[in-house]
């Protein structure tokens, strides 16, 4: 096996991973950084299997680097859509109240927003809301005219040629197998190379534990996915919404259930739900893997979470099962949806870190071990927030190497 050194070894050639190994080069540029992907291309797992959504950044607890990260990557990821001619449609979004306890919490959801400085939020009366969309149906909604939907594997790529054109390694094909430390170093076995390094910053999405636990590390969470089905509106039924229509979520819940996406390239789609997958990587409900699954069954956290939110995972399998009550829920935003509108759509595979009693860890999350850096927790808003995601990490990498 052929051996390469580098200053930088980073796994996973997703947003993340591709983020910052652009920004690292960018303030290191003698440093040599060497980026691995295991698949044939970059950005396949969840950056080229989300809705494409630029969020505003209202849901984040302000404070939190969601909230910080969402609103600044909302404005870096324009620019640079700007800069390299990519596509980027700014429709907005309305968030739906369709009740009165769901109006007191969109009130909630308005101060937030506020708080954390989205631009041009503000409450809509019922009128208001039919004047922006006249075929969604609520008692109250929250107009984020900020919100746009962009194509984030267009955005993977630009960041991954930034990278090489700077002279960053990107190898694909190339599977992190394991890691152990001598001198100080980080001797890394890959599916075809062999890699001697001073920092490994794991950005594994999906796999990222089970990486951080391969090279020694005990992390404090665990992964957990959630599939996502789509579907997607027949193309004459495309006009029943003008931009991105979203019910008011659940607050003890990460996911914001399921919406109305328009896409860049003109389809629009409905979902996701959030189902547990049995395989990280498995977008098909036939998708299994024993072994993956035992590993879900055996985190204590995972009975734990799966008691507090028993019922919501029952009616997401519920929903997933039964198109009918998929598109019941499609109803309570949009009445005249019905199933003859929608056809089957895409799936992604959601990694959700969760902690070991069972808590479902809310904002970005990365542990620090000598010699490596794991990204434990890059859920959504993490493909809005992976400019700023990856600048951050780059700036780590950068104290940590200055530490010698
Ligand atoms: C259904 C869905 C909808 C979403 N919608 C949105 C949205 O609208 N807006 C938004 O901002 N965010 C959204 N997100 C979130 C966003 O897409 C992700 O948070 C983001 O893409 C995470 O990027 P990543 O680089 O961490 O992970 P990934 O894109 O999963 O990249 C990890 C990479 O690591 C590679 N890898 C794994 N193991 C190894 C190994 N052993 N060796 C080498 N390589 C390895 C994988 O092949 C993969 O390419 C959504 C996510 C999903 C799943």
């Known amino acids: 096996m052929p051996t390469i050194n580098t200053d930088v070894l980073i796994i996973g050639g997703g947003l993340i991973g591709l983020s910052t190994a652009m920004h690292l080069k960018n303030i290191r540029p003698e440093l040599t950084v060497t980026v691995i992907e295991k698949g044939g291309k970059v ?3 969840q ?3 989300n809705s494409g959504v630029l969020h505003a950044g209202i849901y984040y607890e302000p404070g939190s680097l969601k909230a910080k990260f969402c609103l600044e990557g909302n404005q870096m990821l324009a620019g640079l859509c700007q800069k390299f001619n990519l596509p980027l449609k700014r429709c907005g979004k309305v ?6 306890d769901e109006a007191d919490r969109l009130e909630h959801l308005y101060e937030r927003g506020t708080a954390n400085g989205v631009p041009g939020l503000r409450l809509l009366s ?9 075929n969604v149906t609520g008692v109250k909604a929250l107009h984020a005219p900020n919100s746009a939907v962009v194509d984030y594997r267009k955005i993977a790529a630009v960041y991954a040629a930034i990278f090489e054109k700077a002279s960053g390694k990107l190898l694909l094909d190339t599977e992190f197998i394991a890691s152990c430390e001598e001198d100080g170093r980080h001797r890394v076995v890959t599916s075809n190379v062999d890699v001697d390094t001073n920092l490994v910053i794991n950005c594994a999405g999906l796999q990222a534990d089970l990486v951080a636990i391969n090279m020694g590390v005990t992390p404090e969470v665990r992964i957990i ?4 089905e789509y579907y997607l509106l027949r193309e004459e039924s495309r006009r029943l919404v003008n931009g991105l229509v979203y019910p008011v979520p659940d607050p003890s819940l990460p996911f914001l259930d399921v919406h ?3 896409r860049v390239n003109g389809d629009v789609e409905a979902g996701p739900n959030a189902v547990l997958a049995t395989m990280r990587e498995g977008y098909s409900r036939k998708d299994f893997s024993w072994t993956e699954f035992r590993g879900t069954l055996s985190y204590p956290g995972f009975w734990r979470l799966a008691g507090r939110h028993f019922r919501a995972g029952v009616s997401e399998i519920n929903r997933s099962l ?3 009550v998929f ?7 949009v009445p005249d949806i019905t199933s003859n509108d929608l056809v089957p759509g895409g799936a992604g595979v959601r990694a959700q870190a969760v902690d070991h009693d069972g808590n479902l860890v809310d904002d970005f999350y990365i542990e620090e071990a000598p010699g490596s850096i794991h990204v434990l927790n890059a859920p959504s808003p993490a493909a809005t927030s992976s400019f700023m995601i990856g600048k951050h990490i780059a700036n780590k990498a950068d104290l940590r190497i200055n530490a010698g």
């Open 43 to 45: 950005s396949d797992q």
């Open 126 to 134: 019922v009128r208001e809301l039919h004047e922006v969309e006249p």
């Open 322 to 324: 039964r198109k009918g």
């Open 327 to 333: 598109v019941k829920s499609l109803q309570k935003l």
């Open 95 to 100: 968030i739906v109240a369709t009740d009165d």
């Open 260 to 262: 109305l996406t328009p």
């Open 225 to 228: 996915p959630f599939r996502g």
């Open 47 to 49: 950056s080229g299997h």
